[in-house]
């Protein structure tokens, strides 16, 4: 037996006495040959023998079930938290608990959107934007916000404005948004006026402009973690844009696309303009790679990307480069590519349109949310 990543190879021997005290140990000269190995597997499903979802069903991880999850988010704090929340299409937001074992219901659905959120930069409180169907109002909320020391049972209004679909806290302290029409990005109380003496909303810019016919639009931010820039993607936008920080102004400026063309779907393993997605775009992550770590490269993250309707996850490298990392496997044996399979990820497995995407750093995993699954997916190294 062999533990998992036991990537140094050492192989040492220890003999504990009746109290658990080492009395000797012994370091062999040779060293194993560990091969890592890469695998999907499935942490959450239960569906009916049509292979539809039965809802979301809390309860021991084991024994639940889970509907969907557009939108996905790991915390770990040792000793505190260990969980996984997960935002769903008009299901409330949810909470998987590692700690406990457990699948749960969080926030109930109260609002007209709740499946996008993110945290401040101390993961105490929860924000939640909101389509309040007010496209160009100040007068209903767009940001809710419920804080980890009540156990997130209690939804405030956070924030009033038009309607929401996107949020984002910096770790500055400044919070953004991205609102319905015309995809527009938004720094809250961004602006002062000296005749009103009242802070206002500043709108940066709008991804409208990339589109040559682009009004309501569902626009997701991704923060780095250097905190220097931002990715932004959506439903109707089939690229990645790229917006870089304004620290001095606290502001995101006008981005470019890293790769994809905002008007044009498909599937295409490229670098830049040259590569293609699918046009229902809804989250991605930034995982640290340990070769340009080493390396010594300025931007040592890939962004691992949901791709739906190409029922896989992407690769895509600081350059833009684009890859497959899991999914799509055996499409040749039926002439589909979308299905429910675990094993080797490029040469097994299998999704129907992945959603929500997280990463837990300590482990080394990945966790995938599935529409039509009606699943929550693992992908890890062992």
């Known amino acids: 037996m062999v533990p998992k990543r036991a990537y140094s190879g050492e192989v040492k021997v220890s003999i504990e006495d009746a109290g658990g005290n080492v009395v000797a140990s012994h370091v062999f000269d040779d060293t194993f040959d560990y091969h890592k190995k890469t695998t999907v597997g499935t942490l959450i499903r239960k569906v009916d023998e049509r292979g539809l979802g039965l809802g979301n069903i809390a309860g021991p991880i084991e024994e639940a079930a889970f509907q969907t999850g557009a939108f996905l988010r790991y915390n770990y704090k040792e000793g505190e938290y260990d969980e996984i929340i997960c935002g769903g299409w008009n299901s409330g937001i949810h909470i998987v608990d590692f700690m406990k074992g457990t699948f749960d219901l969080l926030i109930p659905y109260q609002h007209t959107q709740m499946r996008t959120f993110d945290f401040t930069a101390d993961c105490d409180t929860l924000l939640i934007p909101d389509d309040n169907y007010d496209a160009y109002s100040n007068a209903l909320p767009n940001i809710y916000y419920s804080v980890r020391s009540e156990g997130f049972g209690r939804l405030r209004p956070y924030h009033y404005g038009p309607c929401a679909f996107g949020v984002l806290s910096t770790p500055d302290h400044h919070l953004f948004y991205s609102t319905w029409n015309r995809g527009a990005i938004v720094k809250a109380n961004g602006t002062y006026n000296a005749a009103t003496k009242q802070w206002e909303d500043k709108t940066l810019f709008e991804v409208a402009t990339f589109m040559r016919a682009g009004n309501g639009m569902r626009m997701h931010m991704i923060l780095h973690p250097s905190g220097k820039f931002m990715y932004i993607l959506g439903p109707a936008m089939m690229a990645i844009l790229k917006s870089e920080y304004d620290a001095q102004n606290h502001e995101f400026l006008y981005p470019t696309v890293l790769c994809g063309a905002p008007?044009?779907?498909?599937?295409?393993?490229?670098?830049?303009?040259?590569?293609?997605?699918?046009?229902?775009?809804?989250?991605?992550?930034?995982?640290?790679?340990?070769?340009?770590?080493?390396?010594?490269?300025?931007?040592?993250?890939?962004?691992?990307?949901?791709?739906?309707?190409?029922?896989?996850?992407?690769?895509?490298?600081?350059?833009?480069?684009?890859?497959?990392?899991?999914?799509?496997?055996?499409?040749?044996?039926?002439?589909?590519?979308?299905?429910?399979?675990?094993?080797?990820?490029?040469?097994?497995?299998?999704?129907?349109?992945?959603?929500?995407?997280?990463?837990?750093?300590?482990?080394?995993t990945f966790y995938v949310a599935e529409w039509d699954n009606h699943s929550l997916r693992y992908i890890t190294t062992e």
Not at 296 to 316: A, W
Not at 322 to 331: E, H, M, P, T
């Open 263 to 364: 008007e044009a779907s498909g599937y295409v393993e490229a670098t830049g303009s040259m590569a293609r997605f699918s046009q229902f775009l809804l989250q991605g992550v930034f995982v640290k790679n340990r070769d340009y770590e080493r390396q010594g490269k300025e931007d040592i993250y890939d962004f691992y990307l949901s791709d739906p309707y190409n029922h896989c996850i992407r690769r895509i490298t600081p350059e833009g480069s684009v890859s497959l990392f899991a999914g799509r496997s055996n499409s040749t044996a039926d002439g589909s590519i979308f299905g429910y399979v675990d094993g080797d990820p490029l040469k097994e497995a299998r999704f129907w349109q992945p959603q929500g995407i997280t990463y837990d750093e300590r482990n080394e």
